[in-house]
């Protein structure tokens, strides 16, 4: 995209409630981009009452339009008389198994209506080609190598944010005092959402096109027992860390309402872990951002009123 055209153009934002979404869309909109936050229930954590929200749900092709519609419409964030037609697309999965021809589906779906840049939210445990979001990321490099698209895949690492978002973290270390995993000694370069979102607003702002991955990962390497041990300095109480078989961690997700496929891939996940599927850092936060990324400790003094019990 030529500068001019990205100035007056917007991003859609899926999934923009979540964990990394809510921040992309906060790190925009401080930017003065605009930027419609796109949820089931088109409530923007933003804050915004400048009409950003829209209603977005995967299994209603119905509200696919919607978004389109309303950026078509309506005037730039910044109180200009000019419409802000969406050019670019922060792409998260729906929580299913099988979303890669959905997503497929919504990504020509939004080239149809404009669209010239995707940016999609995959993990560093999914190669190019491989499950779910690596058909996807496959599929941009396909289209991008085609000149048909401008796109960049974001790979992080696990976010340091599950311990203070995922209940089966936040009850186990209020009410036990334990973290549990099936991780054994296997190491984790635990990344802050603060950071996945920044690169990912790098990605979707750049002037020129990125047409790469970037693999985002945290500036340290730690186990389940190095996790325990700093939130345990950080609490002022004894955490430990619970190494469970790969079959029981399968039973406590389910006991927290996980689907049984979900937890099995979730737990198979940890068997990789183990063995080092994880063990490695890079430069990529600091050297796209321009910013070190956020250690794990810095996230627990931040959220430690979230593990205290009332």
């Known amino acids: 995209m030529s500068s001019e055209t990205e100035k007056l153009s917007a991003v859609l934002v899926l999934g923009g409630t979540g964990t990394v979404g809510s921040r992309v869309a906060q790190q925009l909109l401080a930017q003065d981009k605009p930027v419609y936050v796109a949820s089931r229930k088109g ?6 009452s400048e009409g950003h929200e829209v209603v977005f749900n995967w299994q209603d092709r119905a509200t696919w339009s919607k978004p389109f519609e309303i950026a078509a419409k309506k005037p730039d964030a910044g109180g200009g008389n000019k419409a802000a037609p969406i050019r670019s697309v922060y792409l998260i999965a729906p929580p299913v198994l099988d979303s890669a021809s959905i997503m497929m589906e919504f ?3 939004a080239r149809d209506r404009g669209v010239r840049r995707v940016v999609l939210q995959s993990a560093s445990s999914i190669e190019p080609g491989g499950p779910a979001m690596g058909k996807v990321h496959a599929y941009l490099r396909e289209l991008g190598q085609r000149g048909e698209v401008e796109w960049a895949v974001i790979r992080p690492s696990w976010f340091q ?7 089966n973290h936040v009850k186990s270390i209020k009410e036990e005092g334990k973290v549990y995993s099936a991780t054994g000694d296997g190491k984790i370069p635990w990344v802050s959402a603060d950071d996945i979102a920044a690169v990912a607003v790098r990605a979707l702002t750049m002037p020129d096109p990125v047409n790469t991955e970037y693999m985002v990962l945290g500036p340290e390497l730690l186990s389940y027992d190095d996790i325990a041990h700093t939130l345990s300095e ?13 079959a029981d961690l399968e039973k406590r997700h389910q006991s927290f309402g996980m689907p049984a496929d979900y937890a099995s891939m979730m737990s198979a996940l940890d068997t990789g872990i183990k063995y080092g599927m994880e063990n490695r850092t890079n430069d990529v936060v600091l050297s796209v951002t321009g910013v070190p990324p956020k250690r794990f400790r810095e996230f627990a003094e931040s959220n430690k009123e979230v593990w205290v019990s009332a």
């Open 43 to 48: 409530i923007s954590s933003s804050g915004s």
């Open 161 to 167: 944010q599950n311990f203070a978002r995922q209940a």
């Open 234 to 246: 950080v609490l002022g109480k004894k955490i430990v860390h619970v190494d469970l078989s790969s």
């Open 107 to 109: 990504v020509d779906f």
